[in-house]
């Protein structure tokens, strides 16, 4: 990465009284970890700053936060951890329940999950009023249409 791509990254972080440097530009959901783009290659934003400030990541490591601020580019807030590590410190710090793994009911519906194609588990009957509603909406607008 060059000099000038490198002072594009900073220029959309914003340090905060709480030690964190925010990133102010686009995120990859709503609320969760930041995202840049540089000569058409992606980057998760905490990535790119440890890796600017630290060096490359070692292949099966992730980039972990102190803070637990998915919006924090500090590379002093940054670490280095293995899955099992990142799963035991969401666990520490009230992020994850291990039991949520474990559910085999709905908690809005009482459905039952199962896997999608891409292996996460939904709620069938959840799912089946979601799509009900697009289609509704689809055809509510195609009959607008048909109007004019």
Same mark, same amino acid.
């Given at each position: ?19 964190? =440097?925010?990133? /102010? ?8 970890? +930041?995202?840049? #783009? ?21 292949? +099966? ?34 992020? =994850? ?10 908690? #809005?519906? +009482? ?27 689809? /055809? ?9």
């Amino acid at each position: 990465m060059t000099e000038t791509e490198a002072f594009a990254f900073w220029t959309k972080v914003e340090p905060t009284p709480s030690g964190c =440097w925010e990133w /102010r530009a686009g995120r990859l959901k709503r609320k969760s970890y +930041g995202s840049f #783009r540089s000569r058409g290659r992606h980057y998760v934003a905490h990535r790119l700053a440890f890796t600017l400030c630290t060096g490359e990541i070692p292949r +099966g490591l992730f980039v972990c936060h102190h803070c637990n601020n998915k919006g924090c580019v500090n590379p002093a807030h940054l670490y280095l951890a293995t899955n099992q590590q990142n799963v035991v410190d969401a666990i520490r710090d009230g992020l =994850w329940h291990p039991n949520n793994a474990a559910k085999r009911a709905c908690s #809005r519906c +009482g459905g039952v999950f199962k896997r999608n194609k891409m292996g996460r588990r939904v709620c069938l009957p959840c799912r089946a009023t979601l799509n009900r509603g697009y289609r509704h909406a689809a /055809r509510a607008v195609a009959r607008e249409e048909r109007k004019e």
